[in-house]
């Protein structure tokens, strides 16, 4: 029986409607949420991010500033520049877009955003925060992932997650995240990665298979247990060989293994939309906090 899809649109959906109730209690204070998003240079999939987080920003009511600086910009004037806006009070949150220009130290400029507005996690003092237990603002992508289980019924608690990814912005935090003793969490957590010996026998033992490798159709139905619920998290973009347009795909042979998997997202329209919108909620949190609602 072919896998139950997750809709990422339906569950984007859902949180939002809920967001826009929270944004109404703080407009009633005379307060905005504001997010500013720091884009170095013109690079194309990070220009195709930022128009989505326009776009839910415009949704949940949510002041949506890009700020677009020269791929030439120094070090010290990046790091001036952050510390310019998280000083301005009618930012929220902050985020900057990576990847950066070589030539620049992401680690040292996501350290000059206070952990107050660093409403994607990037922070070194969240990413402690996080392994730790403590609260933070967890990093949109694998907070995403997390709720898409939530809300499509599969709770990743007591089950075996086995992540494919030990990226610093998908795999180790959204470990971090499952395995912590609380609710929506509570998961057995393996993550597997190029050094991973038999990567196959592991994959088959998870309950919960999410791909994070950043490469296409690496993910492929023999790696499946039967009725596993299986999260891509793959952008991979492909030309179809008989229209020749260039079209996004994940990580995971999705035609292989919704015949073999109880549920699985699709690319697009799994964890894309649900990424922005728990952006979005992380900078109403943080301006619910900063106003004390």
Same mark, same amino acid.
């Given at each position: 029986?072919p896998?139950?899809?997750i809709?990422?649109?339906?569950i984007?959906?859902?949180?939002?409607?809920?967001?826009?109730?929270?944004?109404?209690?703080?407009?009633? @204070?005379?307060?905005?949420?504001?997010?500013a998003?720091?884009?170095?240079?013109?690079?194309?999939?990070?220009?195709?991010?930022? @128009?989505?987080?326009?776009?839910?920003?415009?949704?949940?009511?949510?002041?949506?500033?890009?700020?677009?600086?020269?791929?030439?910009?120094?070090?010290?004037?990046?790091?001036?520049?952050?510390?310019?806006?998280?000083?301005?009070?009618?930012?929220?949150?902050?985020?900057?877009?990576?990847?950066?220009?070589?030539?620049?130290?992401?680690?040292?400029?996501?350290?000059?955003?206070?952990?107050?507005?660093?409403?994607?996690?990037?922070?070194? =003092?969240?990413?402690?925060?996080?392994?730790?237990?403590?609260?933070?603002?967890?990093?949109?992508?694998?907070?995403?992932?997390?709720?898409?289980?939530? @809300?499509?019924?599969?709770?990743?608690?007591?089950?075996?997650?086995?992540?494919?990814?030990?990226?610093?912005?998908?795999?180790k935090?959204?470990?971090?995240?499952?395995?912590?003793?609380?609710?929506?969490?509570?998961?057995?957590v393996?993550?597997?990665?190029?050094?991973?010996?038999?990567?196959?026998?592991?994959?088959?033992?998870?309950?919960?298979?999410?791909?994070?490798?950043?490469?296409?159709?690496?993910?492929?139905?023999?790696? =499946?247990?039967?009725?596993?619920?299986?999260?891509?998290?793959?952008?991979?973009?492909?030309?179809?060989?008989?229209?020749?347009?260039?079209?996004?795909?994940?990580?995971?042979?999705?035609?292989?293994?919704?015949?073999?998997?109880?549920?699985?997202?699709?690319?697009?329209?799994?964890?894309?939309?649900?990424?922005? =919108?728990?952006?979005?909620?992380?900078?109403?949190?943080?301006?619910?906090?900063?106003?004390?609602?």
């Open positions: 029986m896998a139950e899809i809709d990422g649109r339906k984007a959906e859902e949180i939002r409607e809920g967001l826009k109730e929270r944004v109404a209690k703080l407009e009633e @204070r005379k307060m905005t949420p504001g997010l998003v720091i884009l170095v240079g013109e690079d194309p999939a990070s220009l195709s991010y930022i @128009r989505m987080i326009e776009r839910e920003g415009e949704a949940c009511g949510v002041h949506t500033q890009v700020i677009k600086l020269s791929s030439e910009i120094k070090q010290e004037e990046l790091e001036e520049k952050i510390e310019e806006l998280d000083q301005d009070a009618k930012f929220h949150g902050i985020i900057l877009q990576l990847p950066l220009p070589k030539h620049l130290n992401a680690l040292s400029a996501e350290s000059k955003v206070s952990p107050d507005k660093d409403v994607d996690g990037t922070n070194p =003092v969240s990413t402690g925060k996080l392994l730790l237990g403590e609260e933070t603002f967890f990093p949109s992508t694998p907070y995403g992932v997390q709720q898409l289980l939530i @809300r499509s019924g599969h709770d990743p608690a007591g089950k075996r997650v086995v992540i494919c990814g030990r990226s610093n912005i998908v795999g935090p959204l470990a971090a995240i499952l395995m912590q003793k609380k609710v929506g969490a509570n998961a057995t393996t993550i597997c990665h190029t050094g991973t010996k038999d990567l196959v026998s592991v994959t088959r033992e998870a309950d919960i298979l999410i791909a994070a490798m950043g490469r296409l159709k690496s993910v492929t139905a023999d790696m =499946v247990k039967e009725g596993a619920a299986v999260i891509d998290v793959g952008i991979n973009p492909m030309k179809d060989p008989e229209t020749g347009k260039t079209k996004i795909v994940g990580d995971v042979d999705f035609e292989g293994v919704k015949e073999k998997a109880a549920a699985i997202t699709p690319v697009p329209g799994g964890i894309g939309p649900v990424t922005s =919108v728990m952006l979005m909620e992380n900078t109403i949190k943080a301006a619910e906090l900063a106003t004390g609602v």
